[in-house]
């Protein structure tokens, strides 16, 4: 890939980051851009300043969504490197999400090297507080200026950084999830299983609603007997039967297969947890949890690692569980995941791909 960097107009200017860090309203001076067309193919591949687009209002990403993206971290080493966590694997599910919408392939390893340059550029920008990280966010838009309901032949793939702060900031912290009943994210043989826009856009609606609640995370059933666990917003989900047995929903062709939970269901095994990915029927899982077979919920993103779920309600039923605490499962596998991701821990797995900057 030829790779042109542009020069910073402020490079000079110390990086000051906000306190408190929210997610995701940071971003870093510069930017990826790369551009596709049928006859020249990925081009004018370019690190610049970060700066907005200026697109025709009947660009087809406006119109009908076409647009997919990702989302994973460097983090910084104890010795002042910095590390990503498996993004190759975000690159391959990129090109998974690609391949659902039409739109052209990236090339996995100069995606990674455009990722890789783009952090040792921005490195200054990792927090250095305990449990922050950078979170990185390729993208891909139809770029054809047409309302034609038709696959763009022309795209624009970009790659942002936004510095975010420890996702819990006072130790781990339950969530209270609502298992939605009458609305549903994805079916078997839609785009479940991919990361397009339209997926998170479908599922504000409960969302939003439930807030008023008091919960913060909706979980998905299947779409089809609306009974078996899927995932919960933007993370998988996870059960702790008896103490050492973790269960997981068998991934469907409706749930988004992520790293974090592939890493939780080869990592859990050496630190001597049990693992099956499994059917899991929701109202059963309700009531194991009141009858304390299940003792620990868990959910498993890039954002959060590994959320405790504390409260699980419908409509008509509240459920407590772990007396909505952190439990020692979940405790463990934050840990032992965290230190791989920092380079705090040996990583077995060849997971992690350090970026040199000192
Ligand atoms: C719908 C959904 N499920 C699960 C996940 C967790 O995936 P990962 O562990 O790759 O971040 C995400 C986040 O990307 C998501 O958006």
Request: hydrophobic residues 40%.
């Amino acid at each position: 890939m030829q790779l042109t960097i542009e020069p910073l107009p402020d490079a000079d200017q110390p990086v000051r980051l906000p306190e408190p860090l929210i997610f995701g309203r940071t971003f870093t001076r510069r930017m990826f851009t790369q551009k596709y067309s049928p006859e020249r193919g990925w081009h004018d591949a370019t690190i610049g300043p970060y700066r907005p687009f200026v697109l025709d209002p009947a660009t087809l990403v406006f119109h009908y969504g076409q647009e997919i993206f990702e989302g994973t971290k460097a983090y910084r080493r104890p010795d002042g490197n910095v590390n990503l966590f498996r993004t190759i694997e975000n690159a391959r599910r990129f090109n998974r999400s690609a391949e659902r919408l039409c739109m052209p392939p990236v090339d996995p390893e100069e995606h990674l090297e455009a990722i890789t340059e783009l952090v040792r550029l921005e490195h200054e920008w990792i927090p250095s507080q305990d449990g922050a990280a950078l979170y990185i966010r390729p993208t891909m838009i139809a770029a054809d200026v047409a309302l034609g309901l038709t696959a763009s032949q022309t795209y624009l793939h970009f790659i942002i950084l936004s510095p975010v702060g420890p996702y819990f900031a006072a130790g781990l912290k339950p969530v209270a999830v609502f298992i939605s009943e009458d609305y549903v994210r994805a079916v078997r043989g839609g785009t479940g299983d991919v990361k397009v826009g339209g997926n998170y856009a479908a599922s504000l609606y409960v969302t939003e609603q439930v807030k008023a609640l008091g919960y913060q995370q909706v979980l998905w059933l299947d779409a089809i007997e609306r009974r078996y666990v899927e995932e919960v917003g933007a993370m998988n989900i996870a059960f702790v039967v008896e103490g050492s047995h973790i269960i997981t929903p068998a991934l469907t062709g409706s749930i988004l297969p992520g790293i974090t939970r592939d890493s939780v269901l080869k990592l859990a095994p050496d630190l001597g947890y049990t693992v099956s990915e499994e059917r899991i029927d929701v109202y059963q899982l309700l009531d194991d949890i009141e009858a304390g077979k299940v003792t620990e919920a868990f959910g498993m993103g890039t954002a959060a690692v590994i959320a405790p779920v504390g409260k699980l309600g419908t409509k008509t039923r509240e459920v407590i569980v772990n007396n909505f605490e952190a439990g020692p499962v979940a405790r463990r596998l934050y840990q032992a995941l965290t230190d791989i991701q920092y380079g705090r821990a040996e990583d077995p797995y060849g997971w992690t791909y350090v970026i040199k900057v000192r």
